[in-house]
T-cell receptor, first 119, second 114 residues
Framework: AQTVTQSQPEMSVQEAETVTLSCTYD???????LFWYKQPPSRQMILVIR??????QNATENRFSVNFQKAAKSFSLKISDSQLGDTAMYFC????????????????FGQGTILTVHP | NAGVTQTPKFRILKIGQSMTLQCAQD?????MYWYRQDPGMGLKLIYY???????DKGEVPNGYNVSRSTTEDFPLRLELAAPSQTSVYFC?????????????FGSGTRLTVV
């Protein structure tokens, strides 16, 4: 079974600065996806960024980028030029993607990191 | 385009009562999921379905039941509610079980059992 660990329960950052959220995972699989989801106070789950394990290049989406270290099983999220609207709970999540498709798209989530952006 | 619709948004139940959380999607997605989120915690998978008539247990299925008679609907049944089932429940759907396509989440149901 996979596990996902987010060791930072809470983080804070000043507006316009950069912050990095940490995530480590444990798996014996070789093919998988990693995700960062944002959950603002509205409770809606919003996909921030996705990384495919077989791709060495780190994913980026505008101000959001990841540092994917497959050997170290580490998947951190960097938020640049932080904005007040980035205040939310952030979840790291793992999805197995075996060739037979028997993972059925099930997600394993970390405990979450509450990020507060201060003006 | 409604996406994934969950009803109700909030509910208070008394211990021992039963209820059904409704989930409907209009995207013709085969894969559907129920997760629960306890305070300050990540989401845990309760049940999932890979198509009409096919369901299976997730990580925390005890105290719950599901059915999938149509592609659109995936209701979650709580029998004999207990305080430990106080949580926020999310329904989600995906066009396939592959990570390439991601999930669409509903807005959640906050359930309190007293």
């Amino acid at each position: 079974a996979q596990t996902v660990t987010q060791s930072q329960p809470e983080m804070s950052v000043q507006e316009a600065e950069t912050v990095t959220l940490s995530c480590t995972y444990d798996t014996s699989e070789n093919n998988y996806y990693l995700f960062w989801y944002k959950q603002p106070p509205s409770r809606q789950m919003i996909l921030v960024i996705r990384q495919e394990a077989y791709k060495q290049q780190n994913a980026t989406e505008n101000r959001f980028s990841v540092n994917f270290q497959k050997a170290a099983k580490s998947f951190s999220l960097k938020i640049s030029d932080s904005q007040l609207g980035d205040t939310a709970m952030y979840f790291c999540a793992f999805m197995n993607s075996n060739a037979g498709g028997t993972s059925y798209g099930k997600l394993t989530f970390g405990q979450g990191t509450i990020l507060t952006v201060h003006p | 385009n409604a996406g994934v619709t969950q009803t109700p948004k909030f509910r208070i139940l008394k211990i021992g009562q039963s209820m059904t959380l409704q989930c409907a999607q209009d995207m013709n997605h085969n894969y559907m999921y129920w997760y629960r989120q306890d305070p300050g915690m990540g989401l845990k998978l309760i049940y999932y379905s890979v198509g009409a008539g096919i369901t299976d247990k997730g990580e925390v299925p005890n105290g719950y039941n599901v059915s999938r008679s149509t592609t659109e609907d995936f209701p979650l049944r709580l029998e004999l509610a207990a305080p430990s089932q106080t949580s926020v429940y999310f329904c989600a759907s995906s066009i396939s079980g592959r990570g390439l396509y991601g999930y669409t989440f509903g807005s959640g149901t906050r359930l309190t059992v007293v």
